[in-house]
DNA sequence: GAGGATCGTTCGTCAAGGCGAACGAAACGA
DNA sequence: TCGTTTCGTTCGCCTTGACGAACGATCCTC
């Protein structure tokens, strides 16, 4: 991974975790890290010098997690962790590789339910590839709520216009335009437009 | 970019969260670790002391650990884990769903080549699915042209507010709030804004 | 009650993590 | 060529994690 993400993913951990969980190599992959570390770092186009700022520690520290030396404390990787938006997990685990299986016959088959919400989808997934890309347009009005998809399935939702309570039924946040949410859509999920003219792009991941 | 991320992470939160970028906690989950580290090891009925024996640490570090005092490397948690036969994000992650929210004018901003072009990195993908989710803001004045990723990528940008100027080098669109374009990102391709104040939302898919 | 066994916490010591500063290497520009 | 800037590594110093031993508390049995 990168990265992360899980962002949805991953989410954990659990879904890691899980895996992984039982059988664990016996050492501590420190190594991985190090190379997790790097990797992300690059990838972000950051220097050593300013992720460690970032993220509060001294550069020398970074520079000896990144070859490998050192036996960093939790606080300290939380903090690389955070600072390159990466899960704490991802960091740790040694990235295995994910078998995932599409079923046949799955896809979301999506249809505006209510009037005041309309999707538009503008990139669906090739049999493959498992993310589709919606604009969608809502009126202040009934929420949108959607009953959970597959597991492991995650939305993310980018307000362009408007404001909106976003997220899981539970516990909806409030976006204003420019920011950003991701959730876990296997879980009940909504979607409120509090002003009219409201817009979101919606990237659905299944897996 | 790419980066990663996860945004969403879960979570970061997972894990790790996020990082940076959106806030999560902010602390290190020191409570939840110790939480975690006591439920586990009644959960095997077992003591403290044989616990730390069979990790091979401290009993008197497992102890303090379990109180919420102290910082444990990577070392000792790996142990740990190993021993409790949990996940080490398990240990970590407090098993909660995982909702990742960037506010505006948070998360990791790619600084930018030039002044007038900023992306912000909002999800990132894992080890083997590959998509980032970018929240571009740019300004007129140069374009930003980018090299070509790698094989088989693919870009997709909505934009929300503005004007600009998007896809390949050669033949690139003007798109206009709510409009759609994807197009090869193993391309030469460019983002020009057209207007001041001009956001988008980026998904570059890495195969 | 005295003795013993087990539990988890606290204390003193030592090694290792983390820090800031200095250093060499590489990339520009004058 | 020299100076400047940025990169990442290396070097002492100090704080802190981790250890072992001792301690009080609890629960037994005799």
Excluded: C
Excluded at 26 to 32: K, Q
Excluded at 85 to 109: H, I, M, T, Y
Aim: aromatic share 4%.
């Amino acid at each position: 991974m990168d990265a992360g993400d899980d962002a949805n993913g991953n989410g954990g951990a659990s879904g890691t975790g899980g895996a992984g969980v039982s059988r664990q190599p016996g050492r501590a992959p420190l190594a991985a890290i190090a190379e997790s570390l790097q990797r992300e770092r690059r990838r972000a186009g950051l220097s050593l010098a300013e992720v460690a700022r970032r993220a509060g520690i001294a550069k020398s520290t970074l520079s000896q997690l990144e070859s490998g030396t050192g036996n960093p404390s939790v606080e300290t990787l939380w903090a690389l962790s955070v600072t390159l938006n990466v899960s704490f997990a991802q960091l740790v685990d040694p990235p295995r590789p994910r078998v995932r299986v599409v079923r046949a016959g799955e896809g979301v088959a999506f249809a505006a339910e209510h009037a005041d919400y309309v999707a538009t989808l503008l990139a669906s997934s090739p049999p493959h590839a498992r993310r589709d890309i919606f604009l969608v347009s809502a009126e202040p009005g009934t929420a949108r709520e959607s009953d959970p998809h597959e597991p492991g399935a995650i939305e993310h939702v980018v307000l362009s216009t408007g404001r909106a309570l976003v997220g899981l039924t539970d516990d909806p946040v409030e976006l204003r335009p420019g920011d950003y949410i991701a959730y876990p859509g296997d879980e009940p999920h909504v979607f409120r437009a509090l002003e009219p003219g409201t817009f979101a792009v919606l990237v659905q991941e299944h897996h």
